[in-house]
Each structure stands twice: as structure tokens, then as C-alpha cells.
């Protein structure tokens, strides 16, 4: 276990035992990019779930689609393609190439992006988050892990979650139980 996700594991109790596992590079292929190794792990640990009541953690192939990356993803690059037809884009993805990799959603409607560009170093993407209204971007520069310790101990607060995000009081649901 690296040593953020253990930091993450202090904060938020893990489920049981996950009883699946994933083909990471089927997985890939049908995302056509590398995953960031602290997600996989992330996912490994604790699979697709709900995250103190708003947060919905993605995970591939998830049974219950809400919660499925690939599926997610896809929707999400073919909404954004729409929507940037009438509104601006972030500036990161003004350079061609760049693709958006959606991770999480919430119960409100923000999504958490991955930022991937050509030949980048999957471990080293930044995650954007989209508000509700689709107006609005935020950019942290850490992994999935990183950004998700930061925000549950407060040490980072984003103007677009819900204020009430996190609770006081950390709790996972895998996605497995709902």
C-alpha cells in the first residue's frame, strides 16, 4: 500500500474484502489512455462507492452503472463535446489533444477529472473538477489519493463541492451494497 493511500486509509474505514478484481489493460484500451497507478490501488483497496454521502468514486465495469468509469466517462467526453459548441472550455483543454478521464461524481452534479494530454506521465495528472452548471473549473495538481486525503482532513476546500463535503465523521459505501 503506498503511503498515500494508507494516509487516505487512516481517515476512511475500508469496506470487506472485495471478492473482484480488474483487467487494468482492458480496462485501459477502452479508456485509450494508462490509469494512475494510486487510483488503481484506490480501487483495489475499496472499489466504486459512495464517499461521505456525496462523493461517488468510480470504478470500471461497476455493476452498478452510476458508479462505472468507463461508462461515466464516455457519457461525460460526449456531453462536454456538446457543451463546448456554446460555452468555453477550460484553458487546459484548448491544447488539441487533451481529453478529459472522468473519475467521480457527486450527488449535486460536479465532476472530477482527470487532465490527460499526449505523453504524459499518468501518476502526474491533475485533477479538474467541473461545477454543476458547467461554468465553473477548479485544477489540483496531486493524485486521486493525495486530493481525496487533503480534502477529508480540510487542508484543501474547493469553492465548487458542497459545503458540507466532508462530513466530520468519514464513511465509505461500496457501490457493491447499494
Not at 450527488?107 to 490527460?116: C, F, R
Not at 502526474?124 to 458547467?134: K, V
Request: hydrophobic fraction near 40%; include cysteine.
Amino acid at each position: 500500500m503506498s503511503p498515500e493511500l494508507s494516509q487516505l486509509a487512516e481517515l476512511l474505514r475500508g469496506p470487506a474484502a472485495l471478492e473482484r478484481s480488474w483487467d487494468w489493460e482492458v480496462v485501459e484500451a477502452e479508456l485509450r489512455t494508462a490509469l494512475p497507478t494510486d487510483y488503481r490501488e484506490l480501487v483495489e483497496a475499496y472499489g466504486g462507492g459512495l464517499l461521505d454521502e456525496y462523493l461517488l468514486l468510480l470504478e470500471p465495469g461497476c455493476p452498478n452503472d452510476v458508479y462505472d468509469l468507463v461508462k461515466i466517462s464516455a457519457e461525460r467526453e460526449e456531453a462536454n463535446d456538446s457543451l463546448w459548441q456554446f460555452e468555453d472550455r477550460p484553458a487546459e483543454m484548448e491544447s488539441g489533444g487533451n481529453r478529459l478521464i472522468c473519475w467521480a461524481t457527486t450527488d449535486n452534479g460536479e465532476y472530477l477529472y482527470w487532465l490527460v494530454q499526449s505523453a504524459d506521465n499518468p501518476d502526474s495528472r491533475p485533477t479538474l473538477i467541473n461545477s454543476e452548471s458547467g461554468e465553473d473549473w477548479e485544477r489540483y495538481d496531486m493524485t486521486v489519493t493525495q486530493f481525496l486525503t487533503a480534502v477529508l482532513t480540510g487542508e484543501i476546500r474547493s469553492e465548487i463541492l458542497w459545503d458540507r463535503f466532508p462530513l466530520a465523521a468519514h464513511e465509505f459505501r461500496p457501490a457493491r451494497e447499494m
